[in-house]
Structures are given as structure tokens and as C-alpha cells.
């Protein structure tokens, strides 16, 4: 089965650190375009990695949004295999002074080694935030409207490292809560929603403090030392016709060890002109590497130009569990 995915809010969200938004406030006090009122159920949007839980075989089986198998990534999830017949889904967190790091995170969801894993488990275990569940003891439950799956997944013994997610009533206090102490976001669900796999359904609408996205590499700088250290990416998505659109260039977030690691993937696919179906302005295409846009870096960004570039981008891993962000319109 496929996960359910959000809509995002209709407008940019105003936070206290973006007063200058000119967002119109939602119902309520919530963000511009946000659903309220009592229909409505409200979650913390988690900065971490989408995975769905799976015992109905009689083994846990851990599945990304791409369908790759990842159980072997997080072994310290593995009493997820005492809850029976179960399909529960989720997110995978990795909690650093009690806030998700996703760049911690992006150290864990790429290991494939068993052995390597247990040692990554040991030092730093991830979390599993349940938000929702499918299935339990072999009953199919996900046409059921949400707040009767909530009511079964509250009642269910969860293993160590798995917890279900808070709910909240009042959305525009958690906006301001979740504001406060850095977190993603926010989720809005309706109570009476069944759950639509594969979908993304206006049943659940989605605000971000700060937007993320899924992006291509399609070139990258090198600092100015002449060192060949990579020091920037130029990022790119397709749109609707396959054309791919140029979104930016991003250096920051870029640690040494990632840095080190881009460059040796990105060189082994060089390209002999830029693969943009954009013009690249000049100052970004000067010294650049161009390269086959295959590789997908996770980008935080405070929003986007009016022709589409990210403003303030921050590189905070490769990804490997999900698409690419189709280009749309700002």
C-alpha cells in the first residue's frame, strides 16, 4: 500500500519569524489557507522519514514512500513485530536534545549493513512516530473515517522506541507552539477521512514554518581555494512537460563529510554542458561542473522567487526514499 500524502496549505504560512508574509490568516488564527474547527484534527509535521510498519505476513517488513524495504536500517524497531497483523504508518525521527535532526537522520536512512546499523542503533536509536493504522490483526481498517483508526491505534501496546503521535484539538495554538520550538509544522486532518492510499487528498492539508523539497543535482561549484572542494550545488526539478527548471544554487548546510561525498558521486557523472532547459544566470553557470541530474539532495527554503528560485536554501542530505518535486508555479 501506498501512503496518503497531504495537501500543502493554498498560501504561504506567516510565522512570528516571517511577519512581512502577506498571507491572510485561516480560520481561527491559523495560517493563510489552513482548515479549522471542530472537523478538524490537528498533528505535528515531523521532520524526519515516512515509513509504513508491516506485519501481516508474520514478520515486520519497514517500507519507504518509494517501496524500498528499509528494516534493516532500523533494527531498533524491531518489536514493531509484536503487534500482529498490523499496518501502521508513520514517521522515522531522530531525536537530538529533544528536537528530529534530520540531518542525524540522513546518517541512518541509507545504511544497508546490518551490522553498521546495530552500531548507529546503539549510539543514537531513532524514534517511530505512529500517526495512523490500516490494519490490525489482519482486519483491513483504512476505509474507516480517521478518528475511529486514532481510537484503535491509542489502544494498542507499543514497543519500545515507538510511539504514536500526539493529536490536538486547538490548531492554532500548536502552529504557534511548533513555531516556537522549531519544529516542521503542522498537519491538519479531518476526523471523518478514510485513508487514501497513493493519494494526495485535501483530507489532509499540510503548513510548514519552512518549506523542504526533494531536488536534482545538475552541477556543482567548487570554493574559491582552489582545492577542488565542492562548495555549492545548482539544483533543478522537472515540470509537467519534462522540461527540467532551474531552482537555484544552494552552499549552505554543506559539511565537510557531505561535501566530500557529493563530489565523489557528482564527478562520476559528469556532463559536457548544463542539462537545464533554463538559462542559468551567468553569476551561478560561471566555474560551474555540470553534471547527469540523477542524484536527489533534501533542500530546506523559505519560500520561492517569482520565477521559481528557492530563497535561503540549505542542503541537508542526499535522498534516495523518495521522488523528485515536480517544478510548479510559486
Given amino acids: 500500500m501506498e501512503p496518503m500524502l497531504a495537501t500543502p496549505a493554498p498560501t504561504a504560512p506567516p510565522t512570528r519569524a516571517r511577519a512581512a508574509s502577506n498571507a491572510a490568516p485561516g480560520p481561527e488564527g491559523l495560517p493563510g489557507g489552513f482548515p479549522g474547527g471542530p472537523e478538524w484534527a490537528f498533528e505535528v509535521k515531523w521532520d524526519g522519514v515516512r515509513v509504513l510498519a508491516d506485519t501481516r505476513t508474520g514478520q515486520l517488513h519497514l517500507t519507504g514512500r518509494t517501496g524500498a524495504d528499509v528494516t534493516v536500517a532500523y533494527p531498533e524497531l524491531a518489536g514493531l513485530g509484536t503487534v500482529q497483523g498490523a499496518l501502521l504508518d508513520g514517521e ?43 490494519s490490525l490483526y489482519g482486519v483491513d481498517l ?28 486547538d490548531g492554532a495554538a500548536l502552529w504557534e507552539a511548533t513555531d516556537a520550538q522549531g519544529l516542521e509544522g503542522v498537519l491538519a486532518k479531518r476526523r471523518d477521512a478514510a485513508y487514501q492510499p497513493g493519494r494526495r487528498s485535501p483530507d489532509w492539508v499540510k503548513a510548514a514554518h519552512r518549506r523542504t523539497r526533494t531536488a536534482l543535482v545538475a552541477g556543482w561549484r567548487e570554493e574559491s581555494t582552489g582545492h577542488g572542494t565542492l562548495a555549492a550545488v545548482l539544483l533543478a526539478a522537472p515540470d509537467a512537460d519534462g522540461a527540467l527548471r532551474y531552482l537555484g544554487r544552494a552552499g549552505s548546510g554543506l559539511s565537510a563529510t557531505t561535501a566530500t561525498d557529493l563530489r565523489r558521486i557528482l564527478t562520476a557523472h ?61
Fill in 92 to 134: 522515522v525521527v531522530l531525536l537530538h536534545q529533544g528536537t528530529p535532526s534530520f540531518a542525524a537522520l540522513a546518517a541512518r536512512m541509507h545504511v544497508r549493513d546490518g551490522a553498521r546499523a546495530r552500531a548507529l542503533a546503539d549510539r543514537a536509536p531513532v524514534t517511530y512516530l505512529v500517526f495512523d493504522v490500516l
Fill in 142 to 169: 483504512h476505509r474507516r473515517p480517521w478518528h475511529e483508526r486514532r481510537a484503535t491505534l491509542e489502544r494498542l501496546t507499543l514497543p519500545a522506541h515507538v510511539q504514536a503521535s500526539p493529536v490536538y484539538d
Fill in 270 to 330: 559528469p556532463a559536457d554542458a548544463s542539462p537545464l532547459d533554463d538559462t542559468v544566470p551567468a553569476a551561478d553557470a560561471l566555474g560551474t561542473h555540470w553534471c547527469t541530474p540523477g542524484l536527489l539532495v533534501d533542500v530546506l527554503y523559505l519560500n520561492r522567487t517569482p520565477v521559481g528560485r528557492l530563497r535561503q536554501p540549505v542542503v541537508r542530505g542526499v535522498r534516495t526514499d523518495v521522488p523528485v518535486d515536480p517544478w510548479e508555479r510559486p
